[in-house]
Each structure stands twice: as structure tokens, then as C-alpha cells.
T-cell receptor, first 115, second 112 residues
Framework: GAGVSQSPSNKVTEKGKDVELRCDPISGHTALYWYRQSLGQGLEFLIY????????KSGLPSDRFSAERTGGSVSTLTIQRTQQEDSAVYLC?????????????FGPGTRLTVL | GDSVTQMEGPVTLSEEAFLTINCTYTATGYPSLFWYVQYPGEGLQLLLK?????DKGSNKGFEATYRKETTSFHLEKGSVQVSDSAVYFCALSDKRDDKIIFGKGTRLHILP
């Protein structure tokens, strides 16, 4: 496909369970971002991957959150021991190279509901 | 650190009204500035951007001018349509650390 894809589109889980969210960026894009969009809130930066550099994890809200990017392409965001406050839409975006000027392309998001 | 502040919504206007959504930023360097839009049920998409002072970004009748002296990037449209109803996000990218910082978003409702 031509765009950023994310799966699943919706995830309902019970408090305390672990979840994995997947992002497939646009082929050839070297930079990948994860954001969280909570109800009534803006976009909260979580983590950023650029090429082979160490990821910028400064936005991760707690050590229950982690992400990896395998082979410079697909990324997985893992939330361990989910809490109700983790409920949000998790967005992934990718960009070609220069985030200073290049457009970020967003995926449709994964809506996570923690019961 | 860098930040973006935009007017809180919701903003409700009648069709054909003039629109301004204010956005100001704080950045140490010389960032690029963006407006993203999220239509109902759709993903975020870039609306327009400006990469240096005095640049004007424009798309779909929307405009925003990069004003370094006032650290602003206000979004304007001369005559809004019902189809412009969406959430609008102002954002900046600072070349020093490659992150994009978003504002909280402004929900726009256009009444027919």
C-alpha cells in the first residue's frame, strides 16, 4: 500500500494485560514516530526512530511503554500491564528523511480501550 | 523546551465566514511550521507548511504566514465551507532534535 498502516484498528483489553500495536511505515521512509491522542487532548509525542540512530524515547510516559523498530521498517509499540489511563488513539507517522521540512504521513491509528 | 500554543476550541462559524485560528510558538532555533488537519473519521494530514521566516503556506484556500517577529503562524481562510469542519493542529519541527511538537488542536464547526 501507499500509506502508513497500523494494526489493529481497535483493541479492547483488560486492565493489567499487555498489548502490542503495529505500524508499517511508507516504504523508504527512514523516520518513524509514535504519538498518543487522548480524548480532549492534543497529540502527545511518545518515541521517535531515525535510521540506525538510537531512538528518542523522551516522550514515553512510563517504563511500561516500549517500542522497537525491526530492520528499519516495521515498528511495534508495547504497553505492559495496561491501565485505564492508557486508553487513547495511538498514531504512527513516518517521514522520508528530513523532518525539518518533510511532511509526516500518519496512519489511521489504533484505538485502545482498557477496561 | 519548544512548544506550540493554539487557540482553544471549539470554534463555530457560519458558512462563508472568515476564519482565523491563532498559533504561537516557542523555539530556540529556527523551526519549520505546519498546520495539520484531521477530518471526522479520517487520519491526520498535512494542510500547509512554511520552512522559514516570511514564507506563506497555502492549500485549499487556507493560508498561514511564518512571522518570526511575533513567533506566530496563524491559520486563515476567507470563506469557510461546511466541509472545513475538522480539528486543526499547529506544529513545529526544530532541526536541532528532529522532533515535531504539536499544539492541542482546535475543533472547527461550520454551520450551513
Amino acid at each position: 500500500g501507499a500509506g502508513v498502516s497500523q494494526s489493529p484498528s481497535n483493541k479492547v483489553t483488560e486492565k493489567g494485560k499487555d498489548v502490542e500495536l503495529r505500524c508499517d511505515p511508507i516504504s523508504g521512509h527512514t523516520a518513524l514516530y509514535w504519538y498518543r491522542q487522548s480524548l480532549g487532548q492534543g497529540l502527545e509525542f511518545l518515541i521517535y526512530f531515525q535510521g540506525n540512530s538510537a531512538p528518542d524515547k523522551s516522550g514515553l510516559p512510563s517504563d511500561r511503554f516500549s517500542a522497537e523498530r525491526t530492520g528499519g521498517s516495521v515498528s511495534t509499540l508495547t504497553i505492559q500491564r495496561t491501565q485505564q489511563e492508557d486508553s487513547a488513539v495511538y498514531l504512527c507517522a513516518s517521514t522520508y528523511r528530513d523532518t525539518h521540512t518533510d511532511t509526516q504521513y500518519f496512519g489511521p491509528g489504533t484505538r485502545l480501550t482498557v477496561l | 523546551g519548544d512548544s506550540v500554543t493554539q487557540m482553544e476550541g471549539p470554534v463555530t462559524l457560519s458558512e462563508e465566514a472568515f476564519l482565523t485560528i491563532n498559533c504561537t510558538y516557542t523555539a530556540t532555533g529556527y523551526p519549520s511550521l505546519f498546520w495539520y488537519v484531521q477530518y471526522p473519521g479520517e487520519g491526520l494530514q498535512l494542510l500547509l507548511k512554511a520552512t522559514k521566516a516570511d514564507d506563506k503556506g497555502s492549500n485549499k484556500g487556507f493560508e498561514a504566514t511564518y512571522r518570526k517577529e511575533t513567533t506566530s503562524f496563524h491559520l486563515e481562510k476567507g470563506s469557510v465551507q461546511v466541509s472545513d469542519s475538522a480539528v486543526y493542529f499547529c506544529a513545529l519541527s526544530d532541526k536541532r532534535d528532529d522532533k515535531i511538537i504539536f499544539g492541542k488542536g482546535t475543533r472547527l464547526h461550520i454551520l450551513p
